[in-house]
Each structure stands twice: as structure tokens, then as C-alpha cells.
């Protein structure tokens, strides 16, 4: 596994050909997942560790990215800590049961990853089937964002609950975000105990907080969650979206490599993260709706920014959508590739 491009990108060492993978590599936009789901739902097949093996490596074998993320959900631990967790039919959203008092606390500090041992069976498995071709990625939400999904009982434009526990009950969100720190941070390691070689951290809606805020009452969490993942022995890639404003911080936070979204320029966020850690992005998803001439231009203008940089991850901003085209990712995928990098 030593020789592996993404490996070599986390540690910020040159690589043959730039790193690619996509978040959401595995989803509805691929005809044998929509197939699967006619019989199975989501969380049968989170919690069917050769199923969701299978549909790990499915992007490996078919568009040849260069790491897999494993199948299953950020919120796949609070369902097991017995919060109710209903994914909506048709590619809408998710609903979480509400938190709301201490006593639903107690629910996350019983969490043990005993109850999610079907993810760890899983990536045992992707590792067998993969046998070193590419790395291992293993995930968790970060502890804000799955605070988001607890307080808000799902996504909403502005969080605003998740704001008025934050400001109000400084004690139960201190006590909130400590045990989810707890649960990721437990999540992670048996991951990589099972053999995930790398870890990325989703803070998927932590760009709603001004700096300051981020500074207060998430960055001292994200700190301790990435030094004390980092002991078990992988990599860790950061991400959020909306996150130009915070990128500094979250690089101080933690992370061998910042994940970004498209709203800033790749060239400008390397500025602000400095030389010492590498950089994960920044394709809009929605490129991938457009025709190959498009693809070719905008993924080009991202790499002759970041091209020959070592610890450069090529990936979209966001998540695959749902109705892209799987020609249009093999044709991304094989542009990343083909693009000539100096290996000098
Ligand atoms: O290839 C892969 O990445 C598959 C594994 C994977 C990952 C890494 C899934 C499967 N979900 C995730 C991460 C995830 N889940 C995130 C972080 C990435 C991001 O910001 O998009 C988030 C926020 C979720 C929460 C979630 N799970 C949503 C989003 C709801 C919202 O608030 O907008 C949804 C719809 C799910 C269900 C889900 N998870 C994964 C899939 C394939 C699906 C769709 C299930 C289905 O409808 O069949």
C-alpha cells in the first residue's frame, strides 16, 4: 500500500498521476445501486457487510478511482445508539429523531462500536476483495454536523435550533458535542483497526458558523478528534462545505488534507492552508451534469492550479448527484489520469 498515489498525497509526497476519487461514489446516480434498492432498503444494506463490499469496490473496478469509501452513513451510529434514522424514498432527505433533553445524551455515551460492527465486517471484506489495489477510506460525520441531524432532526437552510442550543445551553452543548466527539472518535478507530487507511471527517454543514464561533464551539472538539484519531494510525482528510471562512481554522484543527467545496478558488484556499498540509476539491458536482468539453475544461483549470503540487487530492466539492451520468465520471476520472504532472 506504500506506493499508493493517495496514500503518497496525504503525505504530501509526488505522485505518478494525480489521486481521484469522488464523495458519494456509490449512490443513486449508478444503475446497479438503484437496482439494489428495489429489493433492499439503505439501512439492510448498510448493515449487509458483503453487499455493501460489493458496492465499496464497484467504483474501483468500474471508473478506476484511486480509493474506495466504504458504504455505509454518517448517521449509521446514531441510529445505533437508538436514535430513529428514516432515509426519505426518492433522494430527498433524512430524518432524525429530535434530541432534546440530557437524558438523550446518555443514549450516545452508551454508544460501543459492537453496535456498528457490520461496518468494520465490511471494510475486512474490501480489503480481502481489493488485496492492496487501491486504499481504504473510512468516514464519520463530524461531531457538528451530526449535531445538526440530532438538534435539527434533519438538514435546514440555517440550523437555527443547532444555533440556539450553541448560544443558550453552553453546558448541554458542551456535553452534546463531547459525546459525539466520543462516538466518532470510537467509530473511527475500529475502522482503522479493521483496516481503513484513511479516515475523512464530513463537517458537511459547519459553514453556517461565523470564524468565531467555529473558534468556540466546534475547533477545540475537532482538535482532539483528529490528534487522537490520527494515534490509531491513518490519515485524515477534513472536509466542509461553505467553508472559506473557516478554512484556516479547520486547517489548525487538524486533517493531513482540507477537503473544500467549489465556492472558492483551489489556488486561493492552497494560499490560506499553507505548504504543510494538502488539499482535497473543488469541482462543482454539477459540472458533471454538462457535456465532456465542459468536464475537460473546468477539471483542467483545477489542476494546472494544483497539478504538480504534492498532497493534491483530486474530488468534487460535493457529492455525485444523483442523475449524473456514470460516462461522465469514467470520462472525469480517466482526464484526471491522463494529465501530465511533473515529476521532476
Ligand atoms: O460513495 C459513498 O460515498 C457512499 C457512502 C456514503 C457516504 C460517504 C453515503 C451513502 N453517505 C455518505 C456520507 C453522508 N451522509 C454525508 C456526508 C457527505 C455529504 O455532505 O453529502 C451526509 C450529510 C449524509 C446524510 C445523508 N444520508 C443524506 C443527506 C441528507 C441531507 O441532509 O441532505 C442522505 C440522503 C443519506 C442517505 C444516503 N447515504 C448514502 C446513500 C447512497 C444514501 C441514499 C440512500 C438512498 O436514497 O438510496
Known amino acids: 500500500m506504500s506506493s499508493s498515489r493517495l496514500l503518497n498525497a496525504c503525505r504530501r509526497e509526488k505522485t505518478d498521476k494525480i489521486p481521484v476519487w469522488l464523495m458519494r461514489q456509490v449512490g443513486r446516480y449508478l444503475p446497479e445501486y438503484r437496482e439494489l434498492r428495489r429489493r433492499m432498503s439503505f439501512m439492510e444494506i448498510c448493515k449487509s457487510p458483503e453487499i455493501s463490499a460489493e458496492l465499496t469496490i464497484l467504483p474501483v473496478e468500474k471508473f478506476g478511482v484511486d480509493g474506495a469509501i466504504i458504504f455505509s452513513d454518517i448517521l449509521t451510529p446514531i441510529e445505533a445508539c437508538g436514535f430513529d434514522v428514516r432515509i426519505e424514498e426518492g433522494g430527498g432527505g433524512v430524518a432524525v429523531e429530535n434530541l432534546k433533553t440530557e437524558k438523550d445524551i446518555e443514549k450516545l455515551r452508551s454508544y460501543t462500536p459492537d453496535s456498528t460492527s457490520f461496518v468494520y465486517e465490511s471494510i475486512r471484506i474490501v480489503k480481502k476483495m481489493l488485496n492492496g489495489k487501491v486504499p481504504v477510506i473510512g468516514f464519520a460525520g463530524a461531531p457538528f454536523t451530526l449535531a445538526c441531524y440530532l438538534v435539527e432532526g434533519g438538514t435546514t437552510r440555517n440550523m437555527l435550533s443547532v444555533k440556539q442550543l450553541m448560544y443558550s445551553n453552553a453546558g448541554l452543548w458542551n456535553r452534546l458535542m463531547d459525546s459525539l466527539t466520543d462516538v466518532v472518535l470510537h467509530h473511527s478507530r475500529e475502522q482503522v483497526r479493521a483496516g481503513a487507511d484513511v479516515i475523512q471527517l464530513f463537517d458537511s454543514w459547519v459553514g453556517v458558523l461565523s470564524p468565531l464561533d467555529y473558534r468556540k464551539y466546534v475547533m477545540p472538539y475537532m482538535k482532539r478528534l483528529v490528534r487522537e484519531i490520527k494515534t490509531a ?28 467545496d467549489w465556492r472558492i478558488d483551489i489556488g486561493h484556499a492552497w494560499e490560506v492552508i499553507g505548504d504543510k498540509t494538502g488539499i482535497q476539491g473543488n469541482l462543482d458536482p454539477a459540472k458533471l451534469l454538462a457535456d465532456k468539453r465542459l468536464i475537460e475544461e473546468e477539471a483542467r483549470s483545477i489542476l494546472d492550479k494544483t497539478g504538480s503540487r504534492p498532497g493534491y487530492i483530486f474530488n468534487l466539492g460535493h457529492g455525485v448527484l444523483p442523475n449524473t451520468p456514470c460516462e461522465n465520471v469514467k470520462f472525469l476520472v480517466e482526464y484526471v489520469h491522463s494529465y501530465e504532472v511533473d515529476v521532476a
Open 233 to 260: 494510525g491513518c490519515y485524515v482528510i477534513h472536509f466542509a462545505t461553505c467553508s472559506a471562512g473557516i478554512l484556516k481554522l479547520m486547517q489548525e484543527a487538524g486533517g493531513d488534507v482540507i477537503g473544500i
